[in-house]
């Protein structure tokens, strides 16, 4: 099978599982009945007999057009074939009438311009790591069942689909052909007629405009800036609030290496980066959200945070490897589960500390609990900060004194003491948190900085840098004008370049695996947020502006990207990556920065090859 580029798949979402599409129609990554459930269309890892879901033309096409509708989530696919046009237009819909609907609806349309048009339609589910073919019934519409798993298939027009054969279909103009593809899980499926599916489209793109027509004006880049928030939103699991790291396992790091990760989960620490990306532009509701599903998923662990939680607030599964899956590009081990999950992690508590600060900053009042629950995290820091951690890149090795962690946990210290100026605290508690805060500063500026090269360090006792010290600026750990910082984030930006936009999040070949890595995406975003809130915003502007350009044609962006060739590594799209570009949007307008000319990502149409 061939394995088509990450940048060509498109992303479909309805806030609770998410589809990968290919460009040439294929769904080839969707998993029921939730992000981290198991696969029903898993070509993207299992090849072919995993199963996809294809509408496409039925001979090559000449060109290929792809784009999603302007500040919505439904995605258009044109092909340019010898007697006309073809579009495929699809979407997946969360809401009727403001109500989130209890069964995941797909819906997909052929239309046809100019002439009829030749398509093609293959549908193959299958369940699971082990593929499993469903049993088929058919009534009003076509159902593939697993158990309790259900998935229906209505089609308009009469057409009728046979799993695991090849559908030919004679698209006319005027009469576009529609199908809707509902999946539950032990819930009854909603049944809805193909030919007024439509409506159901037309009324989510309405909602998804109006969500986004709350964005100020003022953003520098701001159509790129609107598929980054809409992409966080379309990974937001809506029943709790949860944000999940991306929709994908094991898409690789390192093409035919081992550095496969399974990240269908929640990271409060990833989390809490894209809240701060919210609360800039004014969305509120998504940290508060958040914040209540942190309470209720952390609740039995506190005071310890975990790194990561399943979209319900419970443990992740232990790590495991799927049996003869071949992985993306022949890219083994496929994974799922994650064994970071048991990592100490202290930068996590600080990330959380600080998206609860921002919040009060707004003006809202921690409740209760929520500042009770805080309390217990800063308690917990100012215990533990002393011993090693996994870090932020979650080093599969010994633990190490972590300077980015340490500055987290100064960073966790120092935001709840800013909470307490307006929320009660004992005057026993405020004494141990400030002596705390004072230690750990006094330590990290003693063992965690060079003065040779006059730059923080990757961890105690070494001389490699960290990409990750890039956030210094937005912590107020040293003043905006220090020497320390502008020699960190100079250093930083020299010593682990990986060429021009790009970096590396630390030395490559520092971390205990073998094989090699991309430049790590986040960082460069970082590297143009520091540039900004440092005095730099014009190299900020280009640096950012250079870094849009290396976006999928439907501007996402996965973790990594191989900086020799631009293409696009990792799970994908991916959470942190968006964030870290809205808040280097967000810093380049605090910077009072110009923004330069640039091409608008949402209303020029991408053109690659045919797709055939």
């Not at 490699?464 to 020497?483: C, K, M, N, R």
Request: proline residues 7%.
């Amino acid at each position: 099978m061939r394995s088509p580029a990450l940048a060509d798949y498109g992303l479909l979402g309805d806030t609770r599982t998410a589809a990968l599409v290919s460009a040439d129609g294929g769904i080839d990554w969707l998993c029921a009945p939730t992000f981290d459930g198991d696969p029903v269309f898993g070509a993207l890892l299992g090849g072919p007999e995993a199963g996809t879901f294809r509408a496409c033309p039925a001979l090559p096409a000449e060109r290929l057009v792809r784009r999603y509708r302007p500040h919505t989530a439904t995605l258009e696919t044109v092909w340019a074939t010898d007697g006309g046009t073809l579009t495929l237009t699809e979407a997946m819909v969360a809401e009727v009438s403001g109500r989130l609907l209890p069964t995941t609806l797909l819906i997909r349309r052929l239309a046809a311009d100019g002439a009829p048009v030749q398509a093609a339609v293959d549908f193959d589910p299958r369940l699971g790591e082990r593929r499993l073919r469903p049993r088929v019934r058919r009534g009003q519409h076509l159902v593939c069942e697993w158990g309790a798993l259900a998935m229906s298939l209505g089609c308009s027009g009469g057409l009728r689909v046979e799993p695991g054969t090849t559908t030919a279909v004679t698209v006319v103009p005027g009469r576009p052909v529609v199908m809707v593809l509902a999946l539950a899980y032990t819930e009854p499926l909603v049944w809805v007629d193909p030919d007024t599916a439509w409506d159901l489209v037309e009324a989510d793109e309405s909602r998804w405009r109006d969500w986004a027509s709350g964005i100020s004006q003022d953003v520098p880049f701001r159509e790129a800036v609107l598929r980054s928030l809409l992409t966080l939103k379309l990974l937001t699991y809506s029943p709790s609030g949860a944000p999940v790291a991306a929709p994908t396992t094991s898409l690789p790091e390192d093409p035919g290496g081992v550095r496969n990760w399974d990240y269908r989960y929640a990271w409060p620490r990833d989390a809490s980066i894209g809240i701060a990306a919210f609360l800039g532009l004014g969305k509120d509701g998504e940290a508060l959200n958040f914040l209540n599903w942190l309470l209720h998923a952390s609740r039995l662990q506190r005071p310890r945070l975990p790194a990561l939680l399943t979209l319900t607030g419970r443990h992740v599964p232990r790590e495991r490897t799927l049996a003869d899956w071949p992985g993306y590009a022949g890219s083994a081990p496929v994974r799922t589960g994650n064994g970071a999950a048991h990592q100490h992690q202290l930068d996590g508590y600080g990330w959380v500390l600080d998206a609860a600060w921002n919040l009060v900053r707004q003006g809202h009042r921690l409740n209760s609990e929520t500042w009770r629950a805080m309390r217990g995290f800063t308690d917990l820091v100012a215990r533990r900060w002393r011993e090693p951690d996994a870090g932020i890149w979650e080093i599969r090795g010994d633990p190490a004194h972590h300077v980015h962690s340490k500055i987290m946990g100064w960073l966790a210290l120092d935001r709840a003491l800013r909470i307490a100026e307006s929320h009660r605290l004992s005057a026993g508690r405020r004494r141990r948190w400030e002596a705390a805060r004072s230690a750990i500063s006094a330590d990290i500026r003693t063992k965690g900085f060079d003065p040779d090269r006059n730059t923080y360090i990757r961890s105690y006792g070494s001389a490699d840098l960290d990409s990750a010290l890039l956030i210094l600026p937005v912590t107020g750990f040293e003043e905006p004008g220090s020497s320390r910082l502008q020699g960190t984030v100079d250093a930083v930006r020299t010593e682990l370049s990986a060429g021009y936009p790009f970096l590396y999040r630390y030395p490559p070949g520092k971390d205990g695996l073998p094989g090699d890595e991309g430049a790590f995406l986040p960082c460069s975003f970082w590297l143009a947020q520091a540039l900004a809130l440092t005095g730099r915003a014009a190299e900020a502007a280009e640096m950012f502006e250079a870094l849009l350009g290396f976006a999928g044609p439907l501007g996402l962006f996965s973790e990594e990207i191989d900086p020799a060739t631009g293409a696009l590594l990792g799970n994908y799209p991916q959470a942190l990556t968006h964030a870290a570009l809205v808040q280097a949007a967000l810093a380049l307008r605090d910077a009072a920065c110009e923004q330069p000319l640039a091409e608008p990502v949402e209303t020029k149409p991408a053109e690659t090859k045919p797709a055939g």
